[in-house]
């Protein structure tokens, strides 16, 4: 290409650094450009929420009407600000590579209680102006207060520096790309199979005249069309609800081996309880289409459930049984006793890491008050687990959560971490030695049963819809004198109780998470309305 192009953007240092990185990227290729910086309704009325501003695209607009003029060749944005529908006479011509779309929660050191689920102390107020962030973080801490925040990176952060907040929300692609410094805060980075981002996040879009053949030709080269695939599923469902960017919906899709997966959370307003759902499959074309059937006005739910464990009245699973007038049948199936009253501290001295399988094991363990070395490090087999860490005012340094239900692929990577160093893992007695197979001969483990569990007597059928089974012991003592009905349906917790399931020959759901967002996502995805 012989002209020289005019790249439109944003006048802030994230638009700036996002605008450079696009013209680095054409360098590389052969192809020189410049900037021009244009304004937009979003950086103008800064007063607003974004959700009162009029129509969509306020960060975009501008951008938009000066290539349609012709007095920019390519515009760059931050995809997520993009509606997903184009002007007419305008398109996508290349996606960037995809930033880390994980959430970045950044509380001032004093108002940090690490017992908490993401370390923020009790009635913190939290500032954001994102509909979708509320929604899910209320639903993760409904004790949270929330106010408005605009601005730039750089104005937002002063607000906080000011005290404005007890702490903020952000994307971790905007603060990673200018390299901010945050050091002064605590930071808790939230990944996105937990609380969901906007379509698209982490992702700059190439914006172009659609007539210009030549310029998409070019910009080839600088195409990402595997991120083009997983984003297109996340803007679809986008389109499917007719929602902007200020909407409660978050959409997440990624790609692992030949598998197509895809969260979405959906709330009707920041004050609701947000549905979410969990899908795969090996084509990525399809999941919107059953995404958006999930969330039909008249889908049933099941109206009752058994759950073979004690559930808090102000839990997770209990506020979306609520919300879905869903009965629920909670009552464990066994006792749990320890098996050892000491700690050897001699053992624990030397002691590289800890990993916990259970929630179980991590209260056995720390009930025996262990003196644990400064060196010793703790991972954790998922959220549910890390959760019940907090409350003995750890904070995991290993979690399998990203790595889903597959506890073989979790071993592994901790295998990779932990080489060479002593394990040592607190555990029931008999179970299953998963993450132990795992490790390396270099690896030293040291297997430590603290507490066994023993089936209760004469357990009483359910007649709920739904059945599920927290743990293999909770399943055996069910079986003992019961049976599941032809028309009930089965969750289990973890793939050692979906083992059961397997021997016996019948049908099941294994959430992708094994704690109560991944039960929700479960239950969510059933169908009753026929």
């Known amino acids: 290409m012989n002209r020289k192009l005019i790249i439109g953007t944003r006048g802030s240092a994230l638009a700036l650094w996002q605008a450079n990185f696009i013209k680095d990227r054409l360098a590389e290729i052969g192809i020189e450009s410049e900037l021009k910086i244009i304004k937009t309704q979003g950086d103008i009325i800064q007063h607003l929420r974004l959700d009162k501003l009029e129509g969509k695209g306020f960060f975009t607009k501008e951008l938009e009407e000066e290539l349609l003029q012709g007095t920019i060749d390519l515009a760059v944005h931050s995809h997520k600000d993009l509606p997903t529908v184009n002007p007419p006479g305008l ?81 971790k692609a905007g603060i990673s790309r200018i390299d901010m410094d945050i050091s002064d805060f605590h930071i808790e980075e939230i990944p996105p199979v937990e609380l969901v981002p906007a379509p698209a996040q982490g992702v700059l879009a190439v914006q172009i005249r659609e007539l210009d053949v030549e310029l998409f030709q070019a910009l080839q080269p600088i195409n990402n069309e595997e991120v083009q695939r997983t984003i297109a599923v996340e803007r679809k469902v986008l389109n499917l609800f007719d929602a902007g960017c200020h909407a409660p919906l978050g959409a997440y899709c990624r790609k692992v081996g030949d598998t197509y997966e895809a969260w979405t959370s959906i709330a009707d307003t920041s004050d609701d309880f947000p549905d979410r759902f969990y899908v795969k499959g090996n084509d990525p074309a399809l999941l919107p289409e059953i995404i958006f ?72 363990f720390f009930s025996l008050e262990p003196r644990l070395s400064k060196k010793t490090k703790i991972a954790v087999v998922g959220r549910g687990s890390e959760e019940t860490l907090r409350k003995f005012d750890r904070v995991a340094d290993f979690s399998g959560e990203q790595f889903g239900i597959n506890m073989e692929e979790i071993g592994a990577n901790f295998a990779a971490v932990a080489n060479g160093g002593t394990v040592l893992i607190p555990r029931a007695k008999g179970s299953l030695e998963t993450i132990q197979k795992a490790l390396s001969p270099e690896t030293k483990v040291i297997n430590m049963p603290v507490y066994e569990t023993v089936l209760e007597d004469n357990v009483n059928a359910t007649s709920a819809e739904v059945l599920i089974f927290t743990s293999p012991s909770n399943a055996e003592a069910y079986f003992v004198d019961n049976l599941i009905e032809p028309e009930q349906q089965v969750i289990c917790i973890g793939r050692s109780t979906a083992a059961i399931f397997d021997e016996m020959g019948l049908s099941y759901t294994l959430p992708y998470s094994p704690d109560e967002i991944g039960l929700g996502e479960a239950i969510f995805g059933l169908d009753y309305s026929s």
């Not at 929660?105 to 939290?126: E, P, Y």
């Not at 004790?143 to 990176?153: I, Q, T």
């Not at 039909?296 to 102000?314: C, G, H, Q, T």
């Open 91 to 171: 398109i996508i011509a290349a996606v960037s590579d995809r930033e880390n779309p994980a959430e970045l929660l950044i509380i001032h050191k004093d108002c940090v209680d690490i017992k908490k689920r993401l370390s923020l102390k009790h009635n913190a107020t939290v500032g954001t102006s994102s509909n979708r962030r509320k929604a899910q973080l209320s639903a993760i801490r409904p004790d949270l207060e929330f106010a408005d925040l605009r601005g730039n990176l750089q104005t937002r952060m002063q607000k906080l520096r000011d005290e404005q907040y007890d702490a903020i929300m952000l994307a």
């Open 293 to 364: 059937s999930k969330y039909a006005k008249d889908r049933k739910l099941p109206s009752s459930v058994f759950i073979s464990r004690d559930l808090d009245e102000n839990s997770y699973l209990s506020r979306f049984f609520a919300k879905h007038n869903i009965q629920a049948d909670a009552r464990s199936l066994i006792k749990i006793f320890p098996i050892i009253n000491k700690l050897d501290p001699y053992i624990l001295k030397h002691v590289d890491w800890i990993f916990f399988g259970s929630k179980n094991g991590i209260e056995h």
